[in-house]
């Protein structure tokens, strides 16, 4: 087992108002060791679940969960909850979207990290706060012993998620889930924190699964990436492979429709329609109603995932062949 | 204890950095009260110029005096030194109410509110049960059962005041747990005790303050009814509830004898608002009071120019 972390057909389903909605539907994923796996997708496609999955912070009460997740070849969704809460921060961490609701607004930074490293480590308070302040350098954040005093209120956006970010690292974890950590960010301050998080998973090799919506910042981060669609992976591979010609579809159009690729003068492309309802996906290709390709057999089945040579694999009946993507 | 709640609040900031400041000129006056109230409540037996139980039926409802600084009540006792002594039971009777409610409510609240599901269900269904009945009818009956004294009207009314406290509580932690941070917690692996008792408290607490303070307000006047129906403090024991009730009689011959007990209620409860209210806004780091542009400018740019100058 040479995967940090390996989902197979995970499928989550959520209690609503409305009835059961199938959220995932069947999730294939692995992350390497050392590597950033990037996931991306439209709003609402399962991105962000998957990571709560992975993290188990769904309320058990109204989800169902099937399927597995293995971390270093542990099973995660059978782990009592006393062994998952000692997991949690050490062996995987978990970083959020918007960096100024998920620091506790009481405490100062220096006493959050010293807090996290104490809680797992049992480390008395000098030492812990010592190590605060080493993990702020880390991240950045500069004169340490100064910022170490201040509240999370006091910091920028971008500032307050190298907090978040040297909380979540603090006990050296071998996996960190980045649930879209640039999105509540300015462009500028999002090319520092993706390069910290890269040169953070250099230095300590560790890996990252970054979940966002943006193709360029998988670009410029992921080795491999994954696409999602309604519940389901539909398309992984070697990130470079993948921009250059997306074998699915869905994919294709995803990366047409980033801005300054097309030639000048002309529209830029979009996809028609909406993503389906989650509430009785059909056994079908989901992606077969907004289709330019889609024919009876892609609304009778779903597709097997078609192999497409070095790890490249894509959920379509027809994958496109590789050619220049615009 | 003081710290394992506060944690990290910033009660020490005034010292460090020069920003948020507890002591406003209101909140400084009313302190001063509190203090004076405590201060000589506690050393009553050393200020009061005469016994509280003394009686001197010679000199009944008296007006205020050089003798009697407040005059004397009905029986000839000096309302002055039982003011002092009444303000003893009356005062640490309601803090006792308040840290019965406290120490039972409050960890029930978080527990309910955290954890949800049968647990909430089952505290909260306990809490409709106490809520249903009245609740000085609750504490009489309490209080008749158990024998009638100080300490079971004290015991019997800390009872009655958890179902408001714990609900307080319970809906503040439903507030707090669907915050960003406390997912981030959990994802950080801490415990659920770590998360409710050193995350989840500290950022309730300001408000749970605020509804103690007046808790004590209400205790105060509720131990005066008890007092009142025989069944609180019994006389001849000082309380100034039951002098305030005690005075009514006598409302059209001498009205001091229930007005000074009053006053002192009012003073002490509207004392404990404005502080409670201060120190609300001085635990939330965020709403720290800086000064204004122009103080600051007045105060400190003045002096730079002054030094750059020389």
Redesign the interface.
């Known amino acids: 087992m040479d995967n940090l972390l390996e989902i197979s057909n995970l499928t989550v389903e959520l209690m609503s108002t409305q009835g059961i909605v199938y959220a995932l539907s069947g999730v294939d994923l692995s992350v390497r060791p050392g590597e950033i796996h990037g996931i991306v997708g439209e709003s609402g496609c399962g991105k962000s679940m998957t990571a709560k999955s992975v993290m188990r912070l769904h309320n058990p009460r109204r989800t169902r969960m099937g399927g597995s997740i293995r971390f270093e070849g542990q099973e995660l969704l059978s782990l009592s909850d006393r062994a998952m809460e000692k997991l949690r921060g050490t062996e995987i961490s978990m970083i959020f979207q918007d960096p100024m609701t998920s620091l506790n607004p009481l405490m100062t930074i220096g006493a959050q990290i010293a807090d996290m490293y104490r809680c797992h480590t049992g480390a008395g308070k000098g030492e812990a706060m010592d190590k605060a302040k080493e993990m702020l350098t880390k991240v950045g954040i500069e004169p340490a012993a100064r910022r170490c005093r201040q509240y999370p209120f006091e910091l920028s956006g971008g500032m307050q998620q190298r907090v978040m970010i040297a909380m979540a690292i603090a006990c050296t974890p071998k996996l960190l889930i980045a649930d879209e950590p640039t999105t509540a960010l300015d462009v500028t301050i999002q090319a520092q924190i993706l390069e910290l998080l890269q040169k953070l998973s250099d230095d300590m090799g560790m890996s990252i699964l970054l979940i966002t919506h943006n193709f360029g910042v998988v670009a410029e981060t992921c080795r491999r990436v994954s696409v999602m669609y309604a519940g389901k992976v539909v398309e992984t591979g070697e990130t470079s492979a993948l921009l250059r010609g997306a074998r699915h579809p869905y994919s294709r159009s995803l990366i047409n429709s980033i801005p300054g690729g097309g030639e000048r003068g002309t529209r830029l492309e979009t996809i028609p329609g909406f993503p389906p309802a989650m509430f009785r996906p059909p056994e079908a290709c989901l992606f077969a109603p907004r289709c330019p390709y889609a024919d009876d057999r892609c609304r009778a089945a779903y597709p097997p995932s078609a192999d497409c040579g070095n790890g490249h694999l894509a959920a379509c009946f027809y994958p496109l062949r590789e050619e220049a993507a615009v | 204890m003081f710290s394992a709640i506060f944690?990290?609040?910033?009660l020490y900031r005034s010292r460090?950095?020069k920003t948020g400041r507890l002591f406003t000129p209101a909140v400084a006056v009313s302190f001063a009260v509190l203090l004076i109230l405590i201060f000589t409540c506690f050393f009553a037996s050393v200020l009061a110029p005469y016994n509280p139980n003394a009686q001197d039926l010679y000199n009944r409802l008296a007006t205020p005096s050089a003798r009697h600084l407040f005059g004397t009540d009905q029986n000839g006792r000096d309302l002055f030194s039982r003011i002092l002594y009444g303000g003893r039971t009356a005062l640490t009777s309601a803090l006792g109410v308040v840290a019965i409610s406290m120490i039972i409510g409050v960890p029930l609240g978080l527990i309910s509110g955290y954890k949800?599901?049968r647990a909430d269900t089952f505290i909260m269904r306990c809490c409709d049960v106490l809520l249903s009945f009245p609740s000085l009818l609750l504490a009489f009956v309490l209080v008749a059962g158990l024998g009638r004294n100080t300490f079971n009207a004290v015991l019997a009314l800390g009872i009655v005041y958890v179902p408001m406290l714990t609900r307080l509580t319970r809906s503040l932690t439903l507030v707090e747990k669907n915050?960003?941070?406390v997912?981030?917690?959990?994802?950080?692996?801490?415990?659920e005790r770590?998360i409710i008792f050193?995350?989840i408290l500290?950022?309730c607490i300001s408000t749970i303050l605020v509804q103690i303070t007046l808790d004590i307000a209400y205790a105060i006047l509720d131990l005066a009814s008890l007092s009142f129906l025989g069944l609180g403090t019994q006389p001849p024991q000082a309380d100034w509830g039951a002098m305030l009730d005690e005075g009514r009689a006598f409302l059209l011959i001498n009205p001091l004898l229930s007005l000074i007990p009053g006053f002192v209620i009012v003073v002490t409860v509207v004392a404990l608002n404005i502080f409670s209210d201060g120190l609300h806004q001085y635990?939330?780091?965020?709403q720290t009071a800086l000064p204004g542009f122009r103080k600051y400018e007045r105060k400190y740019l003045k002096k730079k120019e002054v030094e750059t100058d020389g």
């Open positions: 944690g990290h609040a910033p460090k950095r949800g599901g915050k960003v941070y997912s981030a917690c959990i994802s950080l692996g801490y415990s770590r050193r995350h500290p950022n635990l939330d780091p965020a």
